[in-house]
């Protein structure tokens, strides 16, 4: 007789029940962790040698079979932790899930994750460009696009859990994560991140993404990996919470990461207000909270809340927590747990049946195993996605006519980040992801600037130097900037101070019309690379010789024109008045080399705006535009501010903006909108794009306000000459802020919109006065704003 929990056709709740009534304590507890492997095709599976086992508290696996036949929760990154082919990766995995659904007593199957922020984390999986990428494009559907491409390539791998987006709202730009982030608007985060899970996750669910880290991560003390944050919750919910709200309440998120951190001396990883009152009880969240890697261990290792491994599980699996990764650190110590009493039988019972609901919703006990020979990696379709977000998210900060480049001119490309693929990789990308086991991965899909410029423009016409060395020799475990590393003694740092290349450069360059000067910074996670996780810095200025290089090159007097690649605004030390055109790329990916040369050479116009202020240096920070009137200090500090705003980005032509005109100019603050009407007009005379932004600014409130915060954009196309009317709607919802109590509130009292082409360059103001008594938002509120444009108006 087949089994209720064995039954497909039985609900959810059902298989649940009975399946949890069968299992043995340890059983139950296998289900709380996954194993971090090498699988092998033939059933020879090991642990996987980890260099961060020391961060971690990671030990060795006692008797993997045997304990493989209680069962495990998850397989940590089986093709994303070392370099192997998809098929026989896939074979491998395969070979283990097997195991699990015919040698164990229950047939418990594993859930396999992956990182998915820029493509599947698999040798040949796409390689797309960063989350800094996907929003300067402004473009959120262009994104879900993306996230639903790399969905499918996951999913074709067996992968059912991807450990993306990235929420965390920038706020210093020295901290090396900044690349994975969507920008220093908590909204346009918010936005971008509810797209990006409803395309990795589809319309079924039937891959989990994740949202982290959860939450605050970015406003980190100094900019620094895992530093305190010092924020109240009212801040903390305006700001940090508000991408988390809009994923999990308009996209379904499936899970949720913890993060590392601790906020007002209480680490994420054991706050039950945030795992369980808040994300939960208030939200409605019903998927699975997932630890950060090593995050149980370090709540007795750095934290120093809990005496032991047991004390750290059960602290942790108490506040919330459903499964700890990437292995299995302190959930080994679960049954010493209950004994000891810190943690009962009702809660882990209650733990497992969320984690098994999620593998009945996701079909794993029916399909367990992925289609080796229909493997979908490096389509056509995604390639082209990786293309056209790469084009379309290039900023343009300073031309004085150079661009585009003329088919007939000599150019000169020189720079350390020209001809070096995985200059073009952020930190999360496969082949950097290497760099910190000390493997490698010849990145060969990747095209470079020297290459897409060479195709574009014809070998003859392009000549290239170096110039210098970022990093002569990529390695794990190289500190690269001041601090100490995992306790151990600083080694000399190799970001390069050779300065022998420049002068072969400066003669290319002399011999040339125009010079394409590609600097920036390396990804490479915990100090091997120059930006990334663990990678953070105390300077802006260009790592190594660079800021040299560009000096000598400007002072040849041919035009420079400036690319910029990377996971972090520079500053190009005064040259940015002097250069003849500045491109900021970020980090591209594969495709980044054709799209940065479809911008240089005119086929494609500068689409990106900006998502991060540029400040004007390291003393500036923490810098962002939404900030607080007395942020800037009383005098203002002269180093405060941003040369570059956010929102701001050049183009090949320009725009008049019409009037700003209210349909009213009082509305009501219970479900009342705004309705907001302007035209915009392409006054140059070339097509292009304008990205047409409303800010809102709270003039009386009860709380401290910032000095603008962006509500509403819209991306209008025009020929020269034409002329669009757009309509902005803004749900009165939209313009609320946490009380003292902990609530979202909106006031009456009057408002200033501001509509422009950036935060700093507003073209138009109307006030608009919200009537009414103060109102508390119910948990569903708006949260969104539209826009309707109508052409040749």
């Known amino acids: 007789m087949t089994a209720i929990y064995q039954d497909p056709q039985r609900p959810v709740a059902e298989r649940v029940a009975d399946l949890l009534a069968r299992m043995t304590p340890e059983e139950k507890f296998a289900q709380m962790h996954a194993f971090w492997l090498i699988l092998s095709a033939d059933g020879d599976h090991r642990e996987r040698s980890d260099l961060s086992d020391s961060f971690s508290g ?3 696996l006692n008797d993997l079979n045997a304990r493989l036949r209680r069962g495990v929760g998850q397989i940590t990154r089986p093709l994303g932790t070392h370099v192997v082919d998809a098929r026989e990766g896939v074979r491998a995995a395969n070979r283990l899930q097997k195991t699990l659904m015919e040698e164990t007593r229950l047939g418990i199957p594993a859930l396999f994750h992956e990182e998915c922020l820029v493509g599947l984390l698999c040798k040949e999986a796409t390689l797309f460009p960063s989350p800094l990428n996907y929003a300067s494009t402004w473009d959120p559907a262009l994104i ?18 991807g450990l993306a987006p990235v929420l965390d709202v920038s706020r210093d730009v020295r901290w090396g994560r900044t690349e994975e982030t ?32 959860y939450v605050g991560h970015s406003f980190s003390e100094g900019g620094r990996n895992h530093a305190p944050v010092h924020l109240g919750f009212c801040e903390l919910n ?13 996209a379904n998120a499936g899970s949720v990461m913890p993060a590392y951190h601790d906020i007002d001396n209480q680490p994420s990883h054991s706050d039950a207000f945030l795992l369980t009152t808040l994300l939960r ?147 999360y990308s496969f082949p950097v992801h290497l760099i910190i086991s000390d493997m490698q991965d010849q990145a060969a899909q990747v095209a470079t600037p020297l290459q897409g410029l060479r195709e574009a423009l014809g070998e003859a016409q392009v000549s290239y130097a170096r110039g210098c060395h970022i990093i002569e020799k990529r390695m794990a475990g190289a500190p690269v900037f001041p601090g100490d590393s995992a306790g151990k003694p600083m080694q000399q740092s190799p970001v390069s101070q050779d300065t022998s290349l420049i002068a072969e450069a400066v003669a290319l360059a002399q011999n040339s ?110 810098y962002y535009y939404n900030h ?59 097509a292009g794009s304008e990205v047409v932004q409303l800010y809102v ?34 749900p009165t919802d939209m313009l609320n802020f946490t009380s003292r109590e902990g609530e979202r509130i909106v006031e009456p009292g009057e408002f200033e919109l501001q509509v422009g082409a950036s935060s700093g360059d507003i073209r138009q103001r109307a006030v608009v006065e919200l009537t009414g008594e103060t109102r508390q938002l119910p948990s569903q509120w708006r949260m969104l704003s539209h826009c309707e444009v109508a052409h040749g108006q």
């Open 238 to 250: 305006d700001t940090f919470l508000l991408p988390f709200e809009m994923a999990v309440k308009l």
């Open 281 to 427: 009880e208030r939200w409605g969240f019903d998927g699975i909270i997932v630890a950060d890697y090593g995050g149980v261990s370090l709540l007795h290792q750095h934290h120093g809340v809990a005496r032991d491994a047991t004390e750290s599980a059960a602290l942790a699996f108490n506040a919330g927590l459903d499964i700890e990764l990437p292995k299995d650190d302190c959930a080994q110590h679960l049954a010493e747990a209950v004994d000891r009493g810190l943690m009962t039988m009702e809660k882990v019972d209650e733990i497992v049946a969320r984690l098994l609901t999620e593998k009945f919703r996701l079909g794993l006990f029916e399909q367990p195993y992925a289609d080796e020979n229909r493997i979908s990696l490096q389509s056509a379709h995604a390639r082209q996605l990786a293309r056209e977000t790469a084009t379309r998210s290039i900023t343009l900060l300073e031309n004085n006519g150079t661009l585009p480049l003329k088919p007939t001119q000599r150019v000169a490309v020189i720079g350390p980040t020209a001809d070096d693929p995985l200059a073009l990789l952020s930190g």
């Open 182 to 213: 969507f920008g220093e608007d908590p909204w346009l985060v918010g936005l971008m991140a509810t797209h990006f899970v409803r395309g990795l996750q589809g319309e079924k669910r039937d891959l989990l993404a994740t949202l982290k880290h």
């Open 513 to 622: 019309d125009v010079v394409v000067a590609c600097v920036g910074d390396l990804a490479g996670l915990f100090q091997s690379g120059t930006v990334g996780e663990g990678s953070d810095t105390d300077s802006l200025a260009l790592p190594g010789v660079q800021q040299q290089l560009l000096a000598a090159l400007v002072a040849t007097g041919k035009p420079v024109v400036v690319t910029l690649t990377g996971g972090r605004p520079y500053h190009l030390g005064g040259l940015e008045d002097r250069v003849a055109a500045l491109l900021v790329a970020w980090a591209p990916g594969q495709e980044g080399g054709h799209a940065l040369a479809d911008v240089l050479t005119g086929r494609a116009e500068p689409a990106g705006r900006l998502v991060l202020s540029v400040p004007k240096s390291a003393g500036a920070m923490p």
């Open 697 to 730: 600014r709270d003039r009386v409130a009860s709380m401290v306000r910032p000095v603008q915060e962006l509500k509403a954009f819209q991306r209008v196309s025009l020929a020269p000459g034409e002329t669009a009317r757009l309509t902005f709607f803004l």
């Open 144 to 161: 879900e696009q993306v996230a639903a491409a790399i969905g499918e390539e996951a999913r074709s791998t067996g992968c059912r859990q």
């Open 58 to 60: 990671a030990g060795q």
């Open 628 to 686: 607080k009137l007395k942020s800037g200090g009383t005098p203002f500090a002269f180093h405060f501010g941003a040369r570059y705003p956010f929102g701001y980005g050049k183009t090949w032509t320009t725009f008049a903006y019409g009037p700003l005109s209210l349909a009213q100019t009082q509305t009501p603050v219970a479900q009342g909108t705004i309705e907001a009407t302007l035209t915009l007009t392409n006054s140059g005379q070339r």
